[in-house]
């Protein structure tokens, strides 16, 4: 079935380093990517997203492109701030099951001051 | 400000009890979702919604159920809880159609069976 693979963290960055967290995807077809975020105690946030190939997806500093070639989605910010500390998700819309969203694992990020 | 509420945030419950997880939302939307967010973060579809009077099964087997009787409330009870029903669970609603389908994430519950 349709999934998405990210890299395992946790990624610890000194604040205003730059950022990347790698994520590929298995599908049949080209579903809606997406990017969300969770910080401590609280739900899942929507980050970002793209809807088709070369989409580029921006919000709060944070660029993702969907890379139909290389099945990617890698997260990207240029000077991460210590309030980015959370956790983040990769996911792609699902073609069935009432279009919900299959998530990655997860990747924890702590920057540091 | 939260378009969808999850109550209660935090249970602790003796085995054996039953529970209920409230979610509500606000914003019209058809869809709902329950997710189950284990320890190591992983999300697991378990139950969903298409609309009223709609509830379905989701990947991740589970003991829950869930009801649809208003558009706006998805509740997820548990007859009989076990410690291996500790775990984060998070509701989520989406609108209808065929586009990117962005969900929107209520709080959570996290619920604690001992």
């Known amino acids: 079935g349709d999934s998405v693979t990210q890299m395992e963290g946790p990624v610890t960055l000194s604040e205003e380093a730059f950022l990347t967290i790698n994520c590929t995807y298995t599908?049949?077809?080209?579903?809606?990517l997406f990017w969300y975020v969770q910080y401590p105690g609280e739900g899942l946030q929507l980050l970002l997203k793209?809807?088709?190939?070369?989409d580029k997806g921006s919000n709060k500093g944070f660029e993702a492109t969907y890379r139909k070639e290389t099945t990617s989605f890698h997260l990207e910010k240029g000077s991460v701030q210590v309030s980015d500390s959370a956790v983040y998700f990769c996911?792609?819309?699902?073609?069935?099951?009432?279009?919900?969203?299959?998530f990655g694992k997860g990747t924890s990020l702590l920057v540091t001051p | 400000e939260a378009d969808i509420y999850q109550t209660p945030r935090y249970l602790v419950i003796g085995t054996g009890k039953k529970i209920t997880l409230e979610c509500s939302q606000t914003?019209?939307?058809?869809?709902m979702y329950w997710y189950q967010q284990d320890p190591g973060m992983e999300l697991h579809l378990i139950h969903y919604?298409?609309?009223?009077?709609?509830?379905e099964k989701g990947d991740l087997s589970s003991e829950s159920t869930v009801s649809r009787i208003r558009t706006e409330h998805f509740p997820l009870t548990l007859e009989s809880a076990r410690p291996s029903h500790t775990s984060q669970y998070l509701c989520?609603?989406?609108?209808?159609?065929?586009?990117?389908?962005?969900?929107?994430f209520g709080a959570g519950s996290r619920l604690t069976v001992l």
């Open positions: 599908a049949t077809g080209y579903p809606s």
């Open positions: 996911a792609l819309r699902r073609s069935n099951s009432g279009y919900a969203l299959n």
């Open positions: 793209a809807t088709k190939a070369d």
């Open positions: 989520a609603s989406s609108e209808q159609g065929t586009g990117a389908n962005v969900l929107t």
């Open positions: 914003m019209g939307h058809d869809k």
């Open positions: 919604s298409y609309g009223v009077n709609s509830t």
